[in-house]
């Protein structure tokens, strides 16, 4: 009898064929959908890593221990002497797991125009290598990136240019305090302009070559404040982080910072949005114990007078219970087949596609990241997994009741109930 109780199984499902394709399909479409979202939630948590940490943040940074969070001009790599910054690139990127490193300088002054001045954050890059770590050099609106043609060229958010009255090719003051406490000054061209949807750095952040930076402030070749570092895979920064900090801590002080620590809001907004992923999985399972407790429990007092005749003739309270458990995982395997065949083409659309959230979108920001016009979804095998198998323990444990009080009959009774 135990061998053929899948058999038995399967041909009980499709004795009211009605109301079991209702229930696959149900649960299917619901874990199509649950599919769906998954790969939604992983996409808009990506998406926001990515534009959070590669438009000027990097997903590492490098700085003297202490450099937080006041930012003293003093407190470089290295301190007075400085550091060989070459050297220090080459021990960062010998690690297989960084794809590129870059130094920088951080000051801050006020940059005057003909008539307006405006307090600004100024921010000293090497282009080249800043263009391989992050991402600002393709939000040029007008003009051009920084480039060797224009030693004293430098971009500027579109908002702060609109304060001060330039445009691309206007002439502009910077005047800012020098790392030797006197005062740095000197006249630059404007040479791009940029726009990331970032108020504050559209309204106050200047870029401009390291070397001119260094030179404005007083600072030596040598002596950068932050090395930032982009990795293939930004899901391993904080263990690169640890180990990057016990390198390079071998030649010189310093502290090495993953982007959850460098940015808790993002951190706890890709934290929060796992947490509604779950939620919505533990929605959709409660109510797949409701489909399936009911579908189990009807099938069950439709024969009980067949379970009944089965008891009489030997059939044992546990094969009764294996009999309805088995039918419950039936059931749930085949709407999970369908399921995965209606989700997807949603999951190949989302992720070649992506959502079109419409000319608002470049407005809209979660957890001071904007989020792009374009939502694309990415592959969660983790969440998928975890839903189906969920989904497979909800099945057998809604239909453990009615497979219970099946057990319980007593043949003579079912037979005169029928």
């Given at each position: 009898m135990s061998r053929r109780l899948?058999?038995?199984?399967?041909?009980?499902?499709?004795?009211?064929?009605?109301?079991?394709?209702?229930?696959?399909?149900?649960?299917?479409?619901?874990?199509?959908?649950?599919?769906?979202?998954?790969?939604?939630?992983?996409?808009?948590?990506?998406?926001?890593?990515?534009?959070?940490?590669?438009?000027?943040?990097?997903?590492?940074?490098?700085?003297?221990?202490?450099?937080?969070?006041?930012?003293?001009?003093?407190k470089t790599l290295g301190a007075g002497p400085g550091t060989d910054?070459?050297?220090?690139?080459?021990?960062?990127?010998?690690?297989?797991?960084?794809?590129?490193?870059?130094?920088?300088?951080y000051g801050h002054g006020l940059a005057s125009a003909a008539h307006q001045s405006g307090g600004v954050e100024l921010m000293g890059v090497a282009p080249d290598q800043e263009q391989q770590v992050t991402v600002l050099h393709t939000r040029i609106v007008k003009g051009s990136y920084l480039n060797e043609r224009m030693p004293k060229g430098i971009v500027m958010g579109d908002r702060l240019a609109t304060t001060i009255g330039v445009g691309v090719g206007s002439e502009i003051a910077l005047l800012a305090q020098a790392a030797d406490g006197s005062m740095g000054d000197d006249l630059y061209a404007v040479a791009g302009i940029f726009h990331t949807g970032i108020e504050p750095m559209d309204r106050g952040l200047v870029l401009m070559s390291l070397s001119s930076l260094q030179e404005l402030l007083h600072l030596a070749p040598g002596r950068i404040h932050e090395v930032g570092i982009k990795l293939h895979d930004a899901t391993e920064a904080v263990a690169v982080a640890g180990t990057l900090e016990a390198e390079l801590g071998k030649t010189l002080p310093v502290r090495v910072r993953a982007w959850p620590e460098l940015a808790p809001e993002l951190a706890a907004y890709v934290q929060f949005n796992r947490s509604v992923t779950v939620m919505l999985f533990f929605i959709f399972f409660l109510l797949a114990v409701m489909g399936i407790m009911n579908t189990m429990l009807m099938a069950v007092f439709e024969r009980t007078r067949e379970l009944g005749m089965l008891m009489g003739l030997g059939m044992r309270p546990v094969q009764v219970v294996g009999l309805v458990l088995a039918e419950a995982t039936g059931l749930a395997v085949v709407s999970l087949v369908?399921?995965?065949?209606?989700?997807?083409?949603?999951?190949?659309?989302?992720?070649?596609?992506?959502?079109e959230l419409g000319g608002v979108a470049n407005e809209i920001s979660v957890a001071g990241?904007?989020?792009?016009?374009?939502?694309?979804?990415?592959?969660?095998?983790?969440?998928?997994?975890?839903?189906?198998l969920g989904l497979a323990i909800t099945a057998v444990v809604s239909a453990l009741y009615p497979a219970l009080r099946a057990a319980h009959y007593r043949p003579t009774e079912a037979l005169r109930k029928a």
């Open positions: 899948p058999q038995l199984a399967w041909r009980n499902l499709w004795r009211n064929p009605r109301r079991t394709s209702i229930t696959m399909a149900a649960i299917a479409l619901g874990y199509a959908m649950l599919l769906f979202v998954a790969c939604l939630m992983e996409g808009l948590r990506q998406q926001m890593i990515e534009n959070g940490t590669n438009l000027v943040f990097s997903q590492i940074q490098v700085h003297a221990p202490g450099y937080y969070p006041n930012r003293s001009l003093q910054v070459s050297a220090m690139l080459a021990a960062v990127t010998a690690d297989h797991r960084v794809y590129a490193a870059t130094p920088r300088v369908l399921g995965v065949a209606l989700g997807a083409p949603l999951l190949w659309y989302l992720q070649v596609h992506g959502l990241v904007p989020v792009g016009h374009l939502w694309y979804g990415r592959q969660d095998f983790s969440a998928y997994s975890q839903a189906a």
